[in-house]
């Protein structure tokens, strides 16, 4: 009895955007290997001097899980036993554009500690959401991938300066496959407080402060003093 060869490409648990995935593995030197998926044969390829071979399907296999395994033949007609059970997946299809629900559009009053959650929901399972500003490459936030039983999404828009943003959503699936934009959701964050930067004795809302106002009047006060008890020689 032949030992059943090993299997190592596609990895198990893999998802591939290929139709037709490359099969790799192992088997004893210059044998035949098939590939099956159940009792339907994939894929043949006879193995080199080293033992490895590959081989790829002639016809495109369908989105979703599969599950294969391999046997092998010697010059004799001998057989392997089935090799060990490798699960994949093929996803060819981009998902669809998720929804972006919030943050609605309109106004927003900036603050040091501004925090919008932008969430909305997605079409299927495993993906995660990227949320961008129109024109800008860098995503300001990206969700959790969804779950099974639950296609909403939301991440954190943190730090978001005075200004507008015009937003968007895009999903991304587990082979990497990226879905188109999504609707637009037009904001404006306002600036209704100027944030103070180093020691210039001002308030937050850009006014003096009383302590700033105080240490002028006590120089004032001193030079005054100073002068009575001092006075000029005429």
Sequence with gaps: L???????EPSDGATTTSATPLFRGISGSSWEVVVYEADLALCSGQSDESGAFSCQPGFPLADGPHEVSAAAFDASGNASPRSEIIHFTID???????????????????????LLVASGAAHEAGVTVSVFQR???????????????NYAWQCDLREL?????????????PAGLHSAAGNRIRIQIISTQ?????????????????????????????????????????
Excluded at 2 to 8: I, M, N, Q, T, V
């Design 135 to 149: 024109g800008h490459e860098t995503a300001l936030c990206t969700s959790a991938r969804t779950s099974e039983t």
């Design 92 to 114: 060819t299809q981009a998902p669809l554009p998720p929804i972006l629900e919030y943050p609605e559009a309109g106004e927003y009053d900036w603050t040091a500690d501004l």
């Design 2 to 8: 032949l030992p059943a060869p090993l299997l190592s």
């Design 194 to 234: 100027t944030p103070t930067t180093g020691r210039c004795g001002c308030d937050h809302h850009g006014g003096w402060t009383p302590l700033a106002w105080f240490l002028p009047l006590l120089i004032w006060i001193a030079i005054r003093r100073q002068k009575r008890l001092h006075p000029p020689h005429r």
């Design 161 to 173: 300066a005075p200004g507008e943003y015009d937003l968007y959503a895009v999903a991304t699936d």
